[in-house]
């Protein structure tokens, strides 16, 4: 029987109407491959994945190929979000098969969980030269029967491979100036001089990495870097990829130049983003600043579950890609009647359409020339667009991505001034904090209130420390940074890698194959990247015991970094971010504020500071950084002091934002 309809996870739910008898990952379900002597079929996907529904339509609700999966097999799902290290191993495994990997994920297994043959998406018949499902069961349930030894066989050394493959890095480059400025050079140079981003279609957004272009040119002046980084945010914001209506992003472009997403919106992706907007908002940037009000608006309306924020939404709407987003001119007609034409052309919805029958994404090429006209025609699509229907979505409160959306809201909050959006990440790192955190140990998501069973990942702890620092940062709350350092201590302990100082496991030991720790950033920032972040940080915020720990660990992870960076910094976008803030310092500004001070002078200094500086505000001694350090006698009255310090050293008292400025 089926036994997906109890999972704490949305996407498994979606599966309990399957035919198939699906089981949760479990010790039971590898025992009963053994006792019946069959292989473990194991499928992992994610609830806005439209490949994952096609097959989930086609194969998994298909009665002949069910029975067919029930008699030879063990059947498991997973949902990658949930179980993150259960995915990174087989989907390792996959890619050393098959030179590639995605979801669904489609992987057999011998009952010890050994993969022999891997896989994507499978159609139900043959097609496209692709072999038929049921062909592949029949084929790997023959095999099993009839060469039994070769199916073992293969099992181990995939296995040995992968965990010869799960080394740490080698020795690298040591991280100064120079490796950073090659760094960003060769990101720099794989811009798309076309339509802008980073390499070809499918385009993805290259969220972490453009934090650490706008970071190196606050800390160094390339300039090259900020232009890069600006065209890139421009162009996305622009495109297609971009609700131009309702805000948020979605999941990737498939073309170059941004203008037909795959339409799931992932929370990640938009925390991640939210960062990088709010950022060359601060910088002055009126586009900038839109897409960062939109985006919160975004999380707020259309993700927030009332705990935490919700997962994704879906890439189809009744089983449709984009059913709910594109448009045609004669849906702009019904809609707008004399402004259609105005708004076809704003938004180029053509005659050909830019997506599928005609239809088109939105974009917004360039600015409106009547403001008022373009909120009413706005207004009106959005009227037209709640009345369709709308895709799910994966309630399921992740606390990694959370995380990533509290620092977002805290920084963009404090640097614009916006303190009902840092009211918004604390409401939300309470909620995770009463929710997720169990006996001292965070659990990876919940839902509705309710606290799964998989326990959080590396990045779950590095990005939630960092959360609560940077909360502790603007708000002064110590509830903040008790709890920060208490939960960075836990990671500290439990995915440390023994005798291999500053090198981290990205999951608890659960008795899989191997412990994975890939210290890559991908779509999310590697927990190590994350580990690292969170170090500096509370090397700055602790005791000066505490402090000495945090630092040699910030060091000797930070180390490891310099061989990613040097050979493949596209695909090192947090270490870069966090590296640039590392090598200048790392940077501090201690604020002695008097005790009627109106804080005006700490949040100009929020809004000027370049990303990583870490600002603290508050009266004389009430803080390490503020230890000694008081407001300053001047002009016949007491004024806030700010205090400007690199790694152990600091500058005079200073009063005045340009003097402050210029120390930065």
Known sequence: MNRLQDSSSPYLRQHAGNPVHWREWSDEAFDEARRRDVPVL????????????????????????????????????????????????YMAATVAMTGQGGWPMTCFLTPDGDPF????????????GQPGFGDVLDAISRTW????????????????????????????????RQLLADAVSQIVADEDPVSSGFGGAPKFPPSAMLEGLIRAAEYTGDDAALAAA?????????????DQLAGGFARYSVDSAWVVPHFEKMLYDNALLLRGYAHLARRGDPLALRVTEETVAFLDDALWTGTGYASSLDADTEG???????WSPAEFADALGD????????FTVTTEGTFEHGTSTLQLLHDPDDVARYESVRARLSAVRAQRPQPDRDDKVVTGWNAFAITALAEAGAGLGRPDWIDRAAECASNLLDTH???????????????????????????????????????????????????????????????????????????????????????????ASLMAEALLIAAVLSDADRAARYSELADSTLARAGIILAKAARSAGH?????????????????????????????????AAPGGVVVVAGPKDSAPLLADSGPLATGGRLRDAAYVCRGEVCSLPVTALDRVESLL
Not at 234 to 241: D, F, L, T, V
């Open 575 to 607: 270490w870069l971010a966090v590296a640039q803030a590392y090598v200048a310092g790392p940077v501090q500004v201690a604020v002695a504020q008097t005790p009627d001070s109106d804080g005006a002078f700490a949040a100009e200094i929020r809004r």
């Open 320 to 326: 449709v890609e984009g059913l709910t987003y594109v």
């Open 145 to 176: 029967e009839s060469r039994r030894d070769e199916v073992e066989l293969a099992g181990s050394k995939i296995t040995e491979h992968l965990r010869s493959s799960a080394a740490g890095l080698p020795d690298g480059p040591r991280l100064d």
């Open 42 to 89: 194991l499928s992992i996907g994610y609830a806005a994945c439209h490949w994952c529904h096609v097959m989930a339509h086609e194969t998994f609700e298909d009665a002949e190929l069910a029975a067919q999966m029930n008699d030879g097999f063990v059947c498991i799902k997973v949902d990658r979000e949930e179980r993150p290290d259960i995915d990174s191993v």
């Open 339 to 346: 402004d259609a034409d105005w708004a076809a052309d704003l």
């Open 117 to 128: 043959y891997c896989g994507t998406y499978f159609p139900p018949r043959p097609r496209n």
């Open 230 to 242: 600006s065209r890139t945010l421009e162009a996305m914001a622009r495109g297609g990829i971009y």
């Open 437 to 527: 955190l169990v006996d001292g140990d965070l659990r990876r998501s919940s839902l509705d209130g309710k606290p799964a069973t998989p326990l959080g990942a590396l990045e779950d702890y590095a990005a939630l420390a960092t959360a609560l620092l940077t909360l502790h940062t603007v708000t002064g709350a110590d509830r903040w940074l008790a709890t920060g350092l208490s939960i960075l201590d836990r990671a500290i302990d439990v995915f440390a890698v023994a005798d291999e100082p500053g090198a981290w496991f990205d999951a608890h030991p659960t008795g899989l194959l191997l412990r994975p720790r890939d210290p890559v950033d991908g779509a999310t920032p590697a927990g």
